[in-house]
C-alpha cells in the first residue's frame, strides 16, 4: 500500500481510469461479436450497420490511447474484407 499522499492519489487514479479503460475494451468486443454473428448470418444490410458501428469504436479507442492507431487500422481493413466477402 502507498504511503506518500501523492501515490495514494495516483492509485486511485489508476484504478478508475483501468475500469473506464476495461468498459471501452468490452463495448468493443461486444460490437466485434455481433459484427461477425451478422456476418456468419450472411446478412448484407445489417453487417454494413454494425461494421459502422464498429468503426467508430475503434475509432474511438485508438483516439484515447487504449488501443494503438496501427491495431485499430488493421482490425478495421480485417473486418471490411469481411463484410466485402458476403455479396
Known amino acids: 500500500m502507498p504511503q506518500r ?5 495516483d492509485l486511485r487514479k489508476n484504478h478508475t481510469n483501468k475500469m473506464r479503460n476495461m ?3 468490452t463495448d468493443l468486443k461486444k460490437a466485434e461479436k455481433t459484427f461477425l454473428k ?3 448470418d450472411k446478412n448484407k444490410g ?3 450497420k454494425a461494421l ?7 475509432d474511438k479507442t485508438a483516439k484515447r490511447n487504449i488501443l ?3 491495431t485499430a487500422a488493421r482490425k478495421k481493413a480485417r473486418f471490411s474484407k ?5 455479396a
Open 82 to 86: 469481411l463484410a466485402n466477402s458476403i
Open 68 to 70: 494503438h492507431k496501427n
Open 52 to 58: 459502422q458501428i464498429l468503426y467508430k469504436k475503434l
Open 46 to 48: 445489417e453487417a454494413v
Open 38 to 40: 451478422t456476418v456468419e
Open 5 to 9: 499522499r501523492t501515490a495514494i492519489k
Open 23 to 25: 468498459d471501452i475494451k
